[in-house]
């Protein structure tokens, strides 16, 4: 499992060092450029204090002892007249100035000059140079790599203060009971930690509605599934009470009807609940002007017994990106509510076309139509028009569920649903994607 604490402190250490590691490097380069300086100078000094008459005869070689420094003296005319190392591996010539010489025994720093009718050479070894720099870059950076666990230390607890008030609306959230949706407090809360908690609060907020809207749904289908089992109970009992085969035969089709209501009834919950408001639980591509054809050739033989001239009246090529059971389930209920109400001798036309490059189908019927009052009530859950139409049909039953879920399916398709009078004075319902 991934911890911010620790991947905090790995990072800011591995910082740290690396710091330390860019700083010690340069501290590095400058002592040493100080350093080359400073013994460059001396060299130059401890030239200009040799002497400057000629030496009358060769002198042994002796160590001069001064931080490795070899010196060579020659005379005018070449001869070598000291040495003070005889195995140091220097050229055996003099060049003035300074100059590094690389051997095989490292490199050396070479100073050359002419002291008066002498010609002397003073070599000193790099690595003494970068033994100096080093010390003097180690001497400065070692407090803080000494201070480096300490400074872990700091930055550990430092970052589990930080992360407190992650911790605390952790607890307040394990506290809580499933049912408490209330917000939580963001008060005193640091800056990073406040997007967290609206967030929350945010998702919270939207829970508490969804939970009150499914409890709205709940209780309201608990009421209308009421009225349509306690109708079969009652016919359940005429049936048994029946005296002869008439009598029986009526109160079966009467319960067979309240039967087949109440699983209408159930059915419509069931595409209801299902119908998710959020989004869609596939998005193809769907030719529409197929699943029209088949909606209205489901139907074809229901509005035939009904007595309603049922067809698509238009039909352009329209392709759109959804659901293919939902919209069968959408259109199946627009082209179920228009052969209902419809009545005998009436007609349905259904028509696709492609409008300013969007498809947009009607479903047009020669029916009572909807009090135009009423068109935006009737896409409430369980509400049907009231007494106030005139419906031809009496031998209407629905759940008032219909158009909620044509609206809700609709929605998630990117679609709107308006309801106005058709030509023929019934009702015409155009759904525009």
Known sequence: ???????????????????????????????????????????????????????????????????????????????????????????????????????????WRVYGA??????????QPVSVRNRLAANVALRTLWPLIVLLPLMGLAVW????????????VTSALDARRPEALDPLPDQGLPLEVQPLVRALNGLLERLATTLDIQKAFVADAAHELRTPLAAVQIQSQLVARAKDDTARSEALTDLQA??????????????????????????????????????????APLAHNRGVDLGIEASEAAMVTGDADALRVMFNNLVDNATKYTPRSGRVDVSLHVEDGHPVVRIADSGPGIEPSERERVFDRFYRAGAGVKRVRTDVAGTGLGLAIVRRIATQHHAAVTLDESRAGGLQVTVRF
């Open 114 to 123: 002419i002291v008066g009718d002498n010609v002397v050479q003073l070599a």
């Open 258 to 299: 309240g039967v087949m209501r109440a699983t209408r009834l159930a059915e419509q919950l069931l595409a209801l609940a299902r119908s998710e408001p959020d989004g869609l639980a596939v998005s193809d591509a769907i030719d529409l002007r197929a699943l029209l054809r088949d909606c209205v050739a489901a139907y």
């Open 157 to 168: 607890m430092i970052v589990g203060r930080g992360l407190r008030p992650l911790r605390r």
């Open 1 to 107: 499992m991934r911890s911010i604490r620790r991947q905090l402190l790995f990072w800011l250490l591995a910082l740290v060092l690396l710091g330390v590691g860019i700083a010690g490097w340069l501290i590095y380069r400058q002592a040493l450029a100080e350093a080359n300086e400073l013994f460059d100078y001396q060299l130059e000094q401890i030239a200009a204090a040799l002497p400057s008459e000629p030496f009358s005869q060769v002198l042994g070689s002796r160590d001069t002892g001064d931080e490795g420094i070899v010196l060579q003296i020659w005379n005018r005319n070449g001869v070598l007249m000291y040495y003070s190392r005889p195995r140091a591996p220097l050229a055996p010539r003099a060049e003035l100035g300074f100059s590094t010489e690389h051997t095989d025994r490292g490199d």
